[in-house]
């Protein structure tokens, strides 16, 4: 099935961030309600053609900042050679990070990251440090680099000036899709938050990825997320009830609109692997 285009019609919702008065938040409930889901090791083609079992970790992840790559070398000293297949010396973390720029990544190595085991490694396919977390009753996102378990979900800041003069933060939370990887995205062979293969979830990535997003948001914007994604879905419902469906692709998800039917999927935490 093709990807869906970049650019389609959004619903966007703001609202204030209960546990901060001067951040606002600013949700793409299009993306939210779509039903896509992590289909690692499921149907997941990979980022290149040539790599299909590496998902999209054949590229190294980037650390966010100094606080991200102290709690992966927390977790990353825990773990064995029988979990971590390109187990090293963590104690020195030249060992498993590079350089790119200023910026500090994870090691590629036999051409994915290094924390990526292979589909016959005895001690389970996918990205070590997940299966490390799952195994020990770890949330995913306390072990692995920020842009991992972020992903499908971007994150961006600015700084709004209104006409008195007065500021707030905005905090904006949608899809990544190829242009979050930057001009390098356009060139990935496959990706799938466009394509309708992922966007065979059983519940709304609101639902699936609720652990991420509380990570991102905080417990309280979550909550008002939550009231906004369900009265949206509301709207959707009623729309399919009147057969509207010229109305649709602005409130569905084109991927989520083209996605074969029924495909019951584990849900997103238990399935990533990545």
């Known amino acids: 099935m093709p990807e869906t285009p970049l650019e389609i019609s959004r619903v966007w919702v703001e609202f204030d961030d209960p546990a901060e ?3 606002r938040f600013r949700c793409d409930l299009t993306w939210f309600t779509s039903n896509w889901a992590c289909i690692y090791g499921s149907g997941c083609k990979g980022i290149y053609a040539d790599r299909p079992d590496d998902g999209c970790c054949t590229l190294g ?6 606080d991200d790559l102290a709690r992966v070398e927390a977790i990353a000293a825990k773990m064995s050679p029988e979990e971590w297949q390109r187990h090293v010396d963590v104690g020195r973390a030249k060992a498993w990070t590079a ?3 200023k910026e500090t990544t994870t090691k590629v190595v036999d051409g ?11 001690g389970g396919a996918g990205c070590a440090l997940h299966i490390h977390a799952v195994r020990r009753g ?4 306390d072990a692995k680099p920020d842009v991992c378990w972020q992903l499908p979900i971007r994150r961006s ?3 709004v000036t209104l006409p008195d003069e007065t500021s707030y933060l905005e905090i904006t939370l949608t899809e990544y899709d190829r242009r979050g990887w930057g001009p390098g995205g356009h060139d990935l062979d496959w990706y799938c938050t466009g394509a309708p293969e992922a966007h065979v979830g059983r519940e709304p990535l609101y639902r699936s990825a609720h652990a991420e997003l509380i990570e991102m948001m905080g417990p309280l914007a979550y909550a008002e997320l939550v009231h906004r994604c ?16 010229t109305l649709l692709p602005l409130m569905v998800h084109p991927a ?4 074969p039917k029924p495909r019951p999927v584990r849900s997103r935490a238990r399935a990533r692997k990545r």
């Open 112 to 122: 994915a990251c290094i924390f990526l085991n292979d589909p016959d490694f005895p």
């Open 21 to 23: 008065p001067n951040q």
């Open 230 to 245: 369900e009265a949206h879905l509301l709207s959707v419902r009623a729309l399919r009830a009147r057969g509207a469906r």
């Open 256 to 259: 989520t609109l083209a996605a």
């Open 138 to 141: 770890i949330a995913p996102h």
């Open 99 to 101: 350089r790119d720029g």
């Open 157 to 159: 800041y600015r700084t």
């Open 61 to 66: 992840a980037h650390f966010t900042d100094k």
